[in-house]
């Protein structure tokens, strides 16, 4: 016998409710890679994998670019401190500079002064008056001859100590300048490659965020991409 018309469609319906609610099923619950954004496409399982290796990838590099940022921070206050230090001892030498400088003046003085006196001596010496005169000439000329003698006897103690001291500090400068202008050219190497690493990093980033930020994806996926099938 046949069945109503209205009968068969209503158990009709009733299969087809129960085909979906079974596909539903199917499917699995969803998740979001961060927060949800409206209308964004659900991720194939290829596309999934793909999101979570780049996800893990930039997650265990950032660490570590942030680390090797904070270590350059601090090469380059240690490299601030040789700097100021290097002015320090800079400022040293040209004081030495200007000592050497004066010596060098009051030598060429002095060996005018001792000229004078030669001739004035040799004058004397010559033809001595007599007297007097000829007396006080010769005690001033001993007591310009002790003058000279003890300004040259000065100014050789301020030569030998000048000499020496200021010779170990130049080479101890210049040793000192080397070493930095050597760590400072490897520095700048080096934080010129973290700078590229950051910029490749960022674009790494900018595009993960605009292919997999915010789309849903199936749970069942992960799990399965976790366990490696």
Same mark, same amino acid.
């Given at each position: ?14 299969? =087809?409710?129960?085909?979906?609610? =079974? ?9 979001? =890679? ?5 209308? &964004? ?10 999101? =979570? ?28 401190? +040789? ?30 002064? $001792? ?37 040259? &006897? ?15 500090? $130049? ?5 000192? $300048? ?14 010129? &490659?973290? &700078?590229?690493? +950051? ?31």
């Amino acid at each position: 016998m046949l069945k109503p018309f209205h009968k068969t469609l209503f158990g009709a319906a009733l299969c =087809l409710a129960a085909s979906l609610a =079974l596909a539903q099923g199917s499917a699995g619950k969803t998740s979001t =890679l961060g927060n949800a954004k409206a209308g &964004a496409k659900l991720l194939s399982y290829d596309e999934l994998s793909q999101c =979570l290796k780049q996800r893990d990838d930039l997650g265990q590099r950032k660490p570590k670019l942030e680390a090797e940022r904070t270590k350059l921070d601090g090469e380059r206050a240690e490299l601030q401190q +040789v700097d100021d230090a290097l002015k320090i001892e800079r400022a040293k030498l040209d004081k030495l500079n200007e000592t050497a400088a004066d010596i060098t003046k009051r030598s060429k003085e002095l060996s005018q002064q $001792v000229a004078d006196f030669n001739e004035r001596a040799a004058k004397f010496a010559s033809s001595p008056p007599s007297g007097p005169t000829g007396e006080r000439q010769r005690r001033a000329l001993e007591r310009d001859r002790a003058a000279l003698d003890k300004a040259a &006897a000065d100014l050789e103690a301020e030569r030998t100590a000048v000499g020496p001291n200021a010779e170990q500090m $130049v080479k101890t400068y210049q040793a000192r $300048v080397a070493q930095r202008d050597t760590s400072a050219t490897e520095w700048n190497t080096r934080n010129a &490659a973290l &700078a590229k690493s +950051v910029d490749v990093y960022e674009d790494e980033l900018a595009n993960w965020k605009s292919d997999c930020e915010g789309r849903p994806y199936r749970e069942d996926d992960e799990k399965a991409i976790k366990a490696g099938k």
